[in-house]
């Protein structure tokens, strides 16, 4: 009864977006502010129904009911209750309700937090929501169906996949999707924006909290599926370009320029087209990353569907949505302000290269993860484009972003002084020189690319402290008003001096993993070991153990250095009962930053078991960095002057 429930609330979710799109509509069109309210009641009737749907069907996987065919195929009742919570979301039709779950509540955000946008604006921007809604709701409805019950109902489930059965992968998804879909709110004030003829400062302020809550959560979403993939695959890496993880950087990308853009049109009114481009083209990156997901091109560990028909539906809903957007965007883009000018050094300058580097960033990896398919679908020629090509295309682009960082904020809007800028940033290029040449000197002299790498990282750092200390005239004032300075800064000047940080603290571990680390593999008997660069590890013993839903064989192994017990790790490899798979669990001992990254393999003739030892230098600063950037996000959110709902603008033009 309880999912007969749901389904009658996803179908009254479906018919309350199409009514939230006619009466909202329609608002605008007569200017009539009881139908405006009614679209808004419409939006969070919308959001509550699809949340009555959501609670049914994660209802459905905890007591096990098998005679839903999403529970069926994809849980078990010996799956423990945190796995069967995240197999709400772990299949395609699960994920697709999350989605329209994030996209209704992202709308009724709209239409509850949206008081201080213009009349007329809010009612477009509630009725594109609720286009969005409608197309998405249509399509799980009637193509995706999460709660579709069963003729014959099986005695027991097919489990969900081992390899999302995992702490990191049950919360990775609600953040993921969170960033993917806030950036729909962008969408639909841009089309509304569009619509309306007014793209200006104040259309800018408006877009940037929202671009900032998506980004933050695509950033955290992302790191998680990251540490998930280093510590559950065991294949002793964090990042592989896999087209599914393209799929969601993308989108992170265009954000990324899109939040710096926005600071340009805010301020100075000029790159609203530019502004205008980025908002449309981020969530249809988004967009585009739940096709290659969902429509089989892509064989992944990432991949949830492999159904071509489903797979074109969404490429329409792609084509059709985006199309109308960028319709309209060549419709008003002659019309739109230039804004003011500015000398090739300053503060729009820098942020104008941001966004020209970071636009390219992104064609690069597009061009990456499409045209294996484009090749295939006209050759019928398999290939595959993996880290040679991103490293030679995206890594320089990224090199050259990453050098100007620091100087954007110590520019000054409209024309800079080159000479200032190096006169703030003098220290800092010192400690990124001096971090370079240690590295030569005590790490590596053979590795000059690692070497600049950790000069980069240490000069995104200092360049963060730099513009925190001209903030403060530190060293120049006296304390007490430095002090005084520091107290009174905006936490939008906190965030993004945190976002900064963690963007140097993420190049430092990433360069030192790649650079230094060290991988070794040996088939070795119960009290055999294998060196992993100053380190070796022993195994001990490996015992059978039985766990909720799999069994496994538990290797104990001790790792020492010179003789000494550093620590001791219990990897497994665990055989799943009711699907048959196979999985590894690592075994990770931090030492200080870096990480003895162990993988316990198959038996071998003779008793041997194979065992995989990495050394990974530095490896929690990948993890540590995002974490830091994402925090950023959120700490600038919560500055007054961007706080959604706050501050209430006086334009009520209609």
């Not at 999707?177 to 969408?187: E, H």
């Not at 991949?303 to 419709?331: C, K, N, Q």
């Not at 990495?614 to 929690?620: E, Q, V």
């Amino acid at each position: 009864m309880i999912s007969e429930i749901g389904a009658f609330a996803l179908v009254l979710a479906l018919a309350l977006s199409i009514a939230q799109v006619a009466l909202s509509a329609a608002a605008r069109l007569r200017r009539s502010a009881a139908l405006a309210g009614a679209g808004e009641g419409a939006a969070l009737g919308a959001f509550a129904a699809v949340a009555v749907a959501f609670a049914a069907l994660m209802h459905a996987f905890i007591v096990s009911d098998f005679s839903v065919a999403n529970v069926a195929a994809n849980s078990h009742s010996a799956k423990p209750l945190l796995y069967r919570v995240a197999g709400t979301w772990g299949s395609h039709e699960g994920s697709m309700l999350l989605w329209c779950l994030a996209l209704t509540g992202f709308g009724a955000a709209v239409a509850g937090l949206g008081r201080d946008l213009p009349r007329g604006l809010r009612s477009l921007a509630v009725a594109t929501q609720g286009v969005l809604g409608t197309v998405f709701l249509a399509y799980t409805v009637f193509a995706s169906n999460p709660l579709m019950r069963l003729a014959q109902v099986p005695a027991e489930g097919r489990s969900l996949n081992p390899l999302l059965q995992d702490p990191a992968l049950a919360v990775h998804p609600p953040f993921l999707y969170a960033g993917y879909v806030g950036l729909s709110v962008v969408f639909s004030l841009a089309v509304a924006a569009l619509i309306e003829g007014r793209v200006d400062a104040a259309w800018s302020r408006w877009v940037r909290p929202w671009t900032l809550a998506a980004w933050s959560m695509l950033t955290v979403g992302i790191t998680l599926g990251s540490f998930w993939a280093y510590y559950e695959l065991g294949w002793g890496g964090w990042w592989f370009w896999d087209p599914v993880e393209n799929a969601s950087f993308m989108p992170w990308l265009i954000a990324t320029a899109l939040l710096h853009s926005s600071i340009v049109t805010e301020k100075r009114g000029a790159l609203a087209g530019w502004t205008v481009f980025l908002a449309l083209a981020a969530f249809s990156f988004s967009m585009l990353g739940a096709f290659l997901v969902r429509s089989g091109v892509l064989t992944s560990v990432h991949a949830f569907a492999v159904d071509p028909t489903r797979g074109v539906l969404l490429l329409i809903i792609l084509g059709v949505t985006a199309g109308i957007g960028f319709t309209l965007f060549a419709w008003r883009a002659p019309t739109l302000s230039q804004g003011g000018m500015f000398a090739p050094i300053s503060r729009e300058s820098a942020l104008v290269m941001n966004n020209i580097l970071l636009a390219a960033a992104t064609a690069t990896v597009l061009l990456g993860t499409l045209y294996p398919l484009i090749r295939e679908a006209m050759t019928g020629e398999a290939i595959s484009v993996g880290p040679p090509y991103f490293n030679l295309t995206f890594t320089p682009l990224m090199v050259a972003l990453l050098v100007l960082v620091p100087a954007g904020p110590l520019l000054a809007w409209k024309r800079g002084d080159a000479q200032g800028l190096i006169q703030r940033l003098w220290v800092a290029l010192l400690i990124a020189g001096g971090a370079g040449l240690l590295t030569i000197a005590l790490v590596s002299p053979k590795k000059a690319f690692g070497a600049a790498g950790v000069a980069l990282g240490a000069w995104l750092i200092a360049g963060a402290l730099a513009e925190l200390v001209e903030r403060t005239r530190a060293f120049r004032a006296p304390a007490g008003e430095s002090l005084r300075r520091l107290s009174g800064l905006p936490r939008g000047a906190w965030g993004m001096t945190l976002a900064h940080l963690g963007l140097g603290v993420f190049v430092l571990g990433a360069v030192f993993e790649v650079t230094w680390k060290v991988e070794a593999a040996e088939a070795v008997p119960i009290g055999g070991g294998v060196e992993v660069g100053a380190y070796s590890v022993r195994l001990d013993d490996v015992r059978p153990v039985e766990g909720p839903n799999y069994d496994a064989d538990r290797g104990a192994l001790t790792v020492t250095r010179a003789g000494q017990t550093i620590c001791r790790v219990q990897p497994e490899r665990r055989l799943y009962i009711a699907g048959g798979q196979t999985t590894s669990e690592v075994g990770l001992c931090y030492q200080g930053l870096s990480h003895i990254y162990v993988v316990l393999g198959e038996r071998r003739e003779g008793g041997t078991y194979l065992v995989r030892a990495y050394w990974n230098p530095w490896a929690s600063l990948i993890f540590v960095g995002p974490v830091l950037m994402g925090l950023g996000g959120l700490v600038s959110l919560s500055d007054r002057r961007l706080r959604l709902g706050v501050g209430r603008r006086r334009e009520q033009a209609a």
